[in-house]
């Protein structure tokens, strides 16, 4: 929402467009969107995301890249997922009047899908070692979000004072467009290198309106709107070291700097001291991801799996001609940047029924992922729990998995409720209430093996690898 927009940013310096910077970047509309950068496929899914310790299927570049020398056979991958996102906001008051106002419950309910990740992977042996390359792709950030409040500022007895209206649309992603190697160097260490091609591209537009409730009345209304671009290149980097009852993964995404282009444009009846924003290209620096997991195997048919993931958050750092360095997040310096380390936990566990030539996983999970920032007036940072569940069924060469994820984060925020207040410039929240986010989301994956010494197989051994040895 437009008045969240400006919650974050406490110095009027920062509303001005002279300063080079959007009066409304990112901020609470991005920050919405979980920025735990967790990989793809519903078996992990179902698995409460952790997979860096497992990583042996064709998804295992996006957990970590390391795991793909587990594979002989070639294998292309498919993942669709579905979500319900809502939030509901509860026993707000206003602290801008005395005194002290109630506002009405007022909540944001929607739903999305799309094409979240695919492969193509190729096993091969040279030097006397099993190899593996894979191109893939990865939608990592979905910026979707869409929804409409309406909720009303009331007297202490409860008798409407004003209506209000809060409209906000959001689209886009950051997609990942991947090359991964991976060599089996001992019978215990595996070894994996990844190219990501980050490709981002989403725009939001938020509406805030506002009229007294008599009759006849003028409606104040505030619109903004930004688009936004990121590209940029890095690697990850991972490590698998493999004993009979247990494995030990490491996956590093490289920190990078990428090319940050926006431009944001605003419409109002209220008078305003605020500008639109031309195009703007700078650098922002994206900082690394450290995955490690834990993988433990009790039995041939179940294992149980641990990952912790890091990353700081505040050294998420854009250029300003006349600011310098300012958080991604909440325009703020690094040293008093809300944006600060984020840990994140997943757990999970797979159990696998055999009927013949058919195997028929179970799966469970839990996760615990915070949001990279903390509400600058209430100081509480929303983290997001939730449990997972998960099946499948691999009959020979094809496998189809599907999981289930719900997580809810609830916590004390900040927002700016009242259009005039945005147009003043006067960027200090003053409305504080609770906020209850919800998440379900469904994951479908599909895994298909090329059976070895089929002719498809020597085919895009010929391509990629060259002529075989034992044809």
């Known amino acids: 929402m437009a008045a969240a927009l400006l919650l974050l940013l406490p110095l009027p310096s920062l509303a001005q467009s002279s300063s080079g910077l959007p009066f409304g970047l990112i901020v609470s509309e ?10 793809a496929g519903a078996r992990a899914a179902g698995m409460g995301g952790a997979f860096t310790a497992v990583a042996d299927d064709a998804t295992a570049a996006s957990f970590n890249p390391a795991g793909l ?3 002989v056979t070639p294998e292309v991958s498919a993942v669709l997922d579905w979500g319900r996102h809502s939030d509901d906001y509860t026993n707000f008051q206003s602290y801008d009047q005395v005194p002290v106002l109630p506002l009405t419950d007022s909540s944001i309910d929607f739903t999305k899908s799309g094409f979240n990740f695919a492969s193509a992977t190729l096993p091969f042996r040279l030097f006397q070692k099993r190899w593996a390359i894979q191109l893939s792709t990865q939608r990592l950030i979905d910026f979707t979000y869409s929804g409409s409040r309406k909720f009303s500022e009331t007297s202490p007895d409860g ?4 209506h209000l209206e809060q409209d ?3 689209s886009g992603e950051i997609r990942l467009y991947s090359a991964s190697l991976a060599l089996q160097l001992t019978e215990r260490t595996l070894l994996g290198v990844t190219v990501n091609r980050w490709d981002g591209s989403w725009d939001f537009a938020s509406h805030n309106s506002e ?11 505030f619109t ?43 419409t109002t ?3 305003t001291s605020l500008q639109p924003l031309p195009p703007s290209e700078t650098k922002l620096h994206w900082p690394g991801t450290l995955n490690a997991g834990l993988v433990f195997r009790p039995l041939d048919n179940f294992q149980m799996a641990l990952d912790w993931g890091q990353t700081d958050w505040s050294e998420m750092l854009f250029d300003s001609a006349t600011t310098g360095h300012v958080n991604f997040f909440d325009l703020q310096p690094p040293e008093t940047t809300g944006a600060t380390v984020a840990n994140d936990w997943h757990f999970g566990a797979e159990y696998l029924f055999f009927s013949g030539q058919t195997v028929i996983p179970v799966r469970l999970g839990a996760f615990s992922e915070p949001e990279p920032s903390r509400d600058p007036t209430t100081g509480e940072r929303l983290v997001q729990n939730g449990l997972t569940a998960g099946a499948g069924v691999k009959h020979r060469w094809f496998a189809m998995d599907l999981a289930i994820r719900y997580g809810q984060a609830s916590g004390k925020v900040s927002r700016f409720l009242e259009a005039d207040e945005i147009a003043t410039g006067n960027l ?5 209430g609770d906020l209850t986010r919800k998440n379900l989301s469904l994951f479908l994956s599909f895994i298909f093996q090329v059976p070895q010494g089929s002719t498809a197989s020597g085919i895009l051994h010929e391509i990629f690898v060259g002529p075989s040895k034992n044809p």
Do not use: C, W
Request: glycine fraction near 6%; charged fraction near 20%.
């Open 211 to 221: 009229v007294a409730a008599v009759p006849g009345a003028e409606t104040e209304y």
């Open 69 to 71: 020398a587990h594979l």
């Open 159 to 162: 008798r409407p004072l004003f």
């Open 224 to 266: 903004y709107s930004q688009k936004n671009k990121l590209k940029g290149l890095n690697a990850d980097l991972g490590l698998l070291l493999e004993y009979p009852k247990f494995s030990i993964g490491v996956r590093y995404r490289m920190p990078f700097d990428a090319d940050y282009n926006f431009s944001a444009s605003l």
């Open 30 to 39: 991005q920050a919405r969107t979980s920025f735990t950068l967790v990989g």
């Open 428 to 432: 200090r929240a003053t409305s504080v």
């Open 168 to 170: 906000s649309e959001q």
């Open 269 to 271: 009846n209220i008078s």
